[in-house]
Nanobody, 119 residues
């Protein structure tokens, strides 16, 4: 089993910044990808950003140029730095990781952390 623990999030004014952190723990797994999805009320969950174990990154078009993602392969952690936040960034942000565990590829999710951007 792999557990994800998230930290960060909260309330910020538009134009401000927040940083989300996520750490994966467990045994006998190897991380292939870590990243973040978000889900706003009444909307589908969408990919925000992801980073591979080779440091390749992908971002949603809506956050390009404002968000950055970084990872530490040794610590199995990922950080999402969110700058120039907009009201429309308000959502629950979910950390995820795609791992190789017990011979199978699996995805695990964190519990989610609320990000609220006020006008």
């Amino acid at each position: 089993q792999v557990q994800l623990v998230e930290s960060g999030g909260g309330l910020v004014q538009a134009g401000g910044s927040l940083r989300l952190s996520c750490a994966a723990s467990g045994s006998s797994f190897s991380v292939n990808v870590m990243g973040w999805y978000r889900q706003a009320p009444g909307k589908q969950r969408e990919l925000v950003a992801r980073i591979t174990d080779g440091d390749s990154t992908n971002f949603a078009d809506s956050v390009k140029g404002r968000f950055t993602i970084s990872g530490d392969n040794a610590e199995n952690t990922v950080i999402l730095q969110m700058n120039s936040l907009k009201v429309e960034d308000t959502a629950v942000y979910y950390c995820f990781t795609d791992v190789r565990y017990l011979g199978a590829n699996r995805r695990y999710w964190g519990p989610g952390t609320q990000v609220t951007v006020s006008a």
